[in-house]
């Protein structure tokens, strides 16, 4: 196993960055100096893996991008690609329940409206090739944060915990 770091909203895509530096925002020289997916190392790693997982912070812009992202993929490597969705809940900050001195969480959260309709529009775009986590952990727009057993599975809405991991693994 083995993993690459591309900045969050930097574009996790195979495409040259100059055909969508305009998304960057204010990011864009951070964007410019971060690792991305034509870096020989990234080549190296894909070339060599069995399967690869993309999991990412998306956006609504890279959806845009990811169906020629796949495509090239495809035409280089074969295809041995899925595309790993978001999975953002309403949680609160380790910093605001530290602030409000409440630090029990709750078992479920809200799921983000906004990128559960990304995971919604990259899915109509990948198909089987998309998983939404959405699916394995919420239920009528809760999701729960913690496994059958009571242990905490995303840290801060976002990142999973080592459980979390092997829930979703």
């Given at each position: ?114 990128t559960s309709q990304i995971n919604d529009d990259i899915k109509v ?17 809760k999701c729960s944060v913690v496994n059958n057993e009571g242990d ?18």
């Amino acid at each position: 196993i083995a993993s690459i770091t591309i900045n969050a909203g930097c574009g996790n895509l195979y495409i040259k960055k100059e055909k969508f530096i305009k998304n960057l925002n204010n990011d864009s020289i951070s964007c410019i100096r971060s690792g991305d997916l034509f870096s020989n190392e990234s080549h190296d790693l894909i070339k060599n893996a069995d399967l690869v997982i993309f999991a990412s912070a998306w956006r609504k812009w890279e959806v845009n991008y990811i169906q020629q992202s796949y495509e090239n993929l495809i035409k280089v490597y074969g295809s041995k690609f899925l595309f790993w969705g978001n999975k953002d809940l309403d949680f609160p900050s380790v910093k605001k329940l530290y602030e409000t001195g409440q630090f029990k969480i709750n078992t479920t959260y809200p799921k983000r409206l906004k990128t559960s309709q990304i995971n919604d529009d990259i899915k109509v775009q990948l198909g089987e090739f998309f998983i939404d986590p959405y699916k394995f952990f919420c239920r009528n727009k809760k999701c729960s944060v913690v496994n059958n057993e009571g242990d905490l599975i995303i840290y801060d809405g976002f990142h999973l915990t080592i459980k979390g991991a092997m829930f979703f693994g």
